[in-house]
């Protein structure tokens, strides 16, 4: 009967080192890395504003993501209410403000208001203040307090279309 070979002694080995025989290479000590001159960069993080702009005569609120991260159950709550599209919409009742899942960074969600002659006719709040909570991937929750005087708007001269 033909067993197979088990000698262990007989392991392959691997060839001397060509190092001199003069005796043990010095041992290395770790060195402590250095401090870094450079003040680290914060970690990327969502920032998200709610704004009101004007174009053609028309104003909008908007949600924008300015930060470098994506944000997840933004929620923004008016100090109170204001109406558009003839006074006919409750704007700050809108999904857009009561829960948005998510809004990558860089994006922006536009909603139209009201012309905005019309909105100062009927005396809709001027002075508005947004409170945007909302969280990063990981959990973190932040919150932003914005003050908004929409009554800037009132002066500025605006294109007409013909």
Do not use: C, W
């Not at 960069?41 to 994506?70: C, E, K």
């Not at 100090?79 to 009561?98: E, N, S, T, W, Y």
């Not at 945007?132 to 990981?138: L, V």
């Amino acid at each position: 009967m033909i067993r197979p070979f088990r000698n262990h002694r007989m392991a392959r080995r691997s060839p001397r080192s060509t190092r001199s025989t003069e005796g043990p290479a010095p041992r290395r000590r770790p060195t402590a890395a250095a401090p870094p001159d450079v003040t680290p960069a914060p970690t990327a993080r969502p920032d998200v504003i709610v704004d009101f702009s004007v174009d053609r005569g028309l104003l909008f609120v908007l949600v924008h993501n300015i930060g470098q991260a994506s944000a997840f159950q933004v929620v923004t709550r008016f100090d109170r209410p204001f109406h558009g599209l003839a006074g006919q919409k409750d704007i700050a009742a809108l999904a857009l403000f009561r829960s948005l899942l998510f809004l990558p960074p860089g994006k922006q969600i536009t909603q139209l208001v009201d012309h905005v002659d019309a909105y100062f006719q009927r005396e809709e709040p001027t002075r508005l203040t947004a409170t945007i909570t909302y969280a990063d991937r990981a959990g973190r929750r932040y919150s932003e307090v914005i003050p908004h005087d929409l009554d800037i708007y009132r002066d500025l001269a605006q294109a007409e279309p013909r």
